[in-house]
């Protein structure tokens, strides 16, 4: 098992972005404006789940970013229940 320098600097590039995605619709999306320690929480949290996510369970990772995660939510969630 060889460490893959570019594999590594891949996953940290694509959870950066992915990070920043969430900020930002962390911050356009809600009525209520967060502060930016709550954005900054929420984008490292979500960027930290996917990382895991891809490294244990990478098919549930894919399923989670293709519309799992919103089924799931959308049951869960007191707006739309």
């Known amino acids: 098992m060889g ?3 570019s594999e590594l600097v891949k996953r940290i590039v694509k959870y950066l972005v992915m990070g ?4 930002v619709v962390s911050i356009v999306i809600p009525k209520k404006s967060l502060n930016v ?3 900054v929480i ?6 930290a789940t996917f ?3 891809d490294v244990f ?3 549930i990772s894919e399923s989670a970013r293709n519309g799992l995660g919103l ?3 959308l049951g869960l969630s007191p707006i739309f229940v």
């Open 3 to 5: 460490f893959d320098l």
């Open 20 to 23: 920043l995605v969430i900020a």
């Open 37 to 39: 320690e709550e954005v």
């Open 42 to 47: 929420l984008a490292l949290s979500a960027a």
């Open 51 to 53: 990382s895991i996510l």
């Open 57 to 59: 369970l990478p098919t």
């Open 71 to 73: 089924g799931v939510g």
